[in-house]
C-alpha cells in the first residue's frame, strides 16, 4: 500500500516538475481556442454596449473565434465588473468599461473589487468627449455666456445627469466650483432620461457624451457651448473647447477600454492587444466609430493602467471635496 502511494506521489511530482517546466507561456500560445465572453456591464443601446458590437467583429476575425456579448446592465456597472473580476484568468472572459469604471470606487468604497488589482488593463478602445450643452431658451452660445449668466442668476439653473455620483454629477460639480458658479443637480436614471429632460426643457445644462447628444443638436432640440476635448469636434467644428474659453488642462472625455481577469498569463494580454490595435487601425472601423461621434484610442496595457490610475486618483479628489457618494 505505500508503495503504491509512493509511486503516486512520484507521478504526481513527476507531473508537476513538467508543467513547470513548460510555464504558462505554452498554455498561452494556443489561445484562444474556445468562444470568448466580452461582458458589457451595461443596457444594450448604451456607448459601452455600441463599442463592443463595433470591435467586436474585427476581434473574432484576427482571433478564429466568437466574441459573445454579455450584457449584465446592473449597479451601475458594479455587476458585470465583479463578475470579470471572479473570472478565470485565461482571457476567457473580457470587459469592456466606460470611464465610470473610475468614478464608481472614487465614490462608493464598498465596491466588491479593487479597480487596479483585481483587474488587468488590456488597452484603451475609444474616446468621446463629453459636450457643455444647453436648451434653445438659454440665451447663451458659449460656456463663457453661460458662466455669465449663471452668476447673474445664483441657483437659477438646473443641470441634468445620468444620476448622482456619475461622470456628469462629478465634473459639472468641478465646473462649477472652477467657474464660481451654483447650479442646481438634477439626477436621472441613465443617459436617455437626462436628453429627454434636457429637450423638454425641465433642465438647462448638463455635460454628456458625444454619441447621445450629437442627433439632439443637430435637429436644433440643443445646442452645444464646449467640447470637452482638446480639440474641436469635426462634426461640430464651430463649437469651441472648454480650454479655449478660458479654463486651460481642464478636459472632459468619456474613454472607454478593454481589460480582463488579473493574473492573466502575460502573453495573452499582449496578444489582445495587439489585436484590438490591429482592429482600431482598420478605416472602415474608424470609419464607423466616426458616425458615432467616437474616436479611436489604442496604446499599450500600461498607457491604459496609467490613465485608470489617474482618473481613479482624480475622482476621489472631486467626490471627496464635493462631499459626492453614491446613492
Request: proline share 9%.
Amino acid at each position: 500500500m505505500n508503495q503504491s502511494r509512493c509511486h503516486k506521489c512520484g507521478r504526481l511530482l513527476v507531473i508537476v516538475f513538467l508543467l513547470a517546466l513548460v510555464g504558462p507561456g505554452a498554455f498561452a500560445e494556443s489561445y484562444p481556442n474556445r468562444p470568448i465572453r466580452l461582458i458589457v456591464p451595461f443596457a444594450a443601446g448604451g456607448l459601452n454596449d455600441v463599442v463592443a458590437r463595433l470591435v467586436g467583429p474585427y476581434l473574432e476575425k484576427s482571433l478564429g473565434q466568437p466574441v459573445i456579448i454579455d450584457n449584465r446592465p446592473a449597479a451601475s456597472g458594479i455587476v458585470g465588473t465583479e463578475a470579470t473580476a471572479k473570472a478565470p484568468p485565461d482571457g476567457y472572459t473580457l470587459l469592456m468599461v466606460a470611464s465610470s469604471f473610475t468614478v464608481v470606487p472614487a465614490t462608493n468604497p464598498k465596491v466588491p473589487y479593487d479597480a487596479e488589482r483585481d483587474l488587468a488593463p488590456i488597452g484603451l478602445v475609444a474616446k468621446n468627449p463629453l459636450l457643455f450643452l444647453v436648451t434653445p431658451k438659454v440665451p447663451a452660445h458659449s460656456l463663457v455666456e453661460f458662466v455669465a449668466l449663471a452668476k447673474a442668476n445664483p441657483g437659477k439653473f438646473n443641470y441634468a445627469s445620468p444620476g448622482a455620483a456619475t461622470q456628469t454629477h462629478l465634473i459639472v460639480e468641478l465646473f462649477s466650483q472652477k467657474a464660481g458658479i451654483k447650479l442646481q443637480h438634477i439626477p436621472y436614471r441613465g443617459g436617455s432620461p437626462t436628453m429627454t429632460a434636457m429637450v423638454a426643457g425641465d433642465t438647462q445644462f448638463t455635460a454628456i457624451s458625444t454619441l447621445l447628444s450629437l442627433p439632439q443638436i443637430q435637429a436644433g432640440a440643443l445646442r452645444a457651448i464646449a467640447t470637452g476635448g482638446l480639440e474641436r469636434e469635426p462634426q461640430l467644428p464651430d463649437v469651441p473647447t472648454v480650454v479655449e474659453q478660458g479654463y486651460p488642462g481642464f478636459e472632459v472625455i468619456q474613454w472607454i477600454g478593454l481589460l480582463t481577469t488579473a493574473g492573466t498569463p502575460g502573453e495573452i494580454i499582449a496578444r489582445l492587444n495587439t489585436e484590438l490595435n490591429r482592429a482600431l487601425r482598420d478605416p472602415d472601423l474608424i470609419a464607423r466609430f466616426a458616425q458615432q461621434g467616437i474616436a479611436p484610442a489604442g496604446g499599450s496595457p500600461a498607457e491604459f493602467q496609467a490613465t485608470i490610475a489617474n482618473d481613479l486618483k482624480n475622482f476621489t479628489a472631486i467626490a471627496r471635496a464635493a462631499n459626492i457618494k453614491a446613492e
